[in-house]
C-alpha cells in the first residue's frame, strides 16, 4: 500500500492532466465545451430549485370566548344548558338507530331469520355498555371529588358502590420461593 501512496501526488496528478488537456486532438474543443454546459446546466437546475426551510410559525391570536366576570351560577347554567344538547342531540342518534335496527328487524322477518333473539341480545348489550360506562363515570366522579354522585330530579339514583380500586399483579418469583437476583 506504501508503494501505490509513493506514486500519487497532487501535482504529478495536476501535471498529468494538463499534458491530456494540452495534447493536440480534433475532439478537444467539442469535449471541453460539452463538460462545461453538462456541469454548467447541473449548477443551473441546482440554483432554480426552491430550498425549503422550516415552516412560518403559525399566528396565534388569543381571545375570550366568554367574559371573564361571569358567577359560578352563570358557568353552572351554562355547563347544564350545553349538558341538556348534548343529551338531546343523543337521544335524536338513538332513535335513528333505533329505525335502523327496526329495518333491518323487519328485512330479517321477510327473509325468515329470527331477527327477535338478535333484537334483544343487541338491546342487552346496549343496556349493559350504557350502565358500564354510567359506573366509570360515577366512579370517576367519586375519585375526583370525594364526594358521592349527586342525582338530578328525575333521573335514576346513580351507582353508590365504591368502585374497586385498580390492583397492580403479584411480582413473578421463582416456585421456591427465592428471588431470582
Not at 495534447?23 to 440554483?47: D, N
Not at 327496526?102 to 333473539?117: C, F, L, N, P, R
Not at 385498580?166 to 428471588?179: F, I, M, V
Request: glycine letters at 8%.
Amino acid at each position: 500500500m506504501k508503494g501505490f501512496f509513493r506514486n500519487v501526488s497532487p501535482r504529478r496528478a495536476v501535471l498529468d492532466l494538463w499534458t491530456v488537456l494540452g495534447a493536440p486532438s480534433e475532439y478537444r474543443a467539442r469535449g471541453l465545451i460539452l463538460a462545461a454546459l453538462v456541469t454548467g446546466g447541473i449548477f443551473l437546475m441546482m440554483t432554480q430549485q426552491e430550498g425549503r426551510g422550516l415552516p412560518k410559525p403559525p399566528t396565534i391570536i388569543y381571545f375570550e370566548s366568554w367574559r371573564a366576570d361571569r358567577s359560578d351560577a352563570e358557568i353552572l347554567a351554562g355547563n347544564i344548558a350545553a349538558q341538556k344538547k348534548a343529551d338531546a342531540e343523543a337521544a335524536e342518534e338513538e332513535r335513528h338507530q333505533e329505525n335502523i335496527r327496526k329495518m333491518y328487524k323487519s328485512v330479517g322477518a321477510a327473509t325468515g331469520i329470527d331477527t327477535q333473539k338478535m333484537y334483544d341480545d343487541g338491546t342487552r348489550e346496549l343496556q349493559a355498555a350504557k350502565k358500564a360506562e354510567q359506573e366509570r363515570n360515577a366512579a370517576l366522579y367519586r375519585q375526583i371529588t370525594g364526594k358521592p354522585v349527586p342525582t338530578a330530579p328525575g333521573l335514576p339514583a346513580a351507582p353508590t358502590a365504591a368502585a374497586p380500586a385498580p390492583s397492580r399483579p403479584a411480582p413473578l418469583r421463582p416456585a421456591d420461593g427465592k428471588s431470582g437476583a
